[in-house]
């Protein structure tokens, strides 16, 4: 299950983890809108943008201790640290 601040039968793009990008009709800009709060599964309930950033952060630890080249798909990739 998860929750939603907006009504995804207006824009089914708030249902996207990060939400949807909107034009303000009031100050002309574009905005973030929208986008999964919070999961519910098996009884807990998941905050989305600490999820997200817990991912960020274990796939650059793994790119961290790769160093090096590597083969995904057929092409070579180096993975270097800034």
């Not at 708030?14 to 973030?32: I, Q, W």
């Amino acid at each position: 299950m998860i929750i939603v601040d907006q009504n995804p039968l207006a824009n089914l793009k708030v249902l996207y983890p990060t939400g949807a990008m909107h034009l303000n009709d009031e100050t002309g800009k574009v905005e973030r809108i929208g986008g999964i709060k919070y999961t519910i599964k098996d009884g807990i309930v998941f905050d989305n943008k600490q999820l997200l950033a817990d991912v960020a952060a274990m796939v650059a630890k793994q790119k961290e201790a790769i160093k090096g080249s590597v083969t995904l798909q057929g092409i070579p990739t180096t993975y270097t640290t800034k």
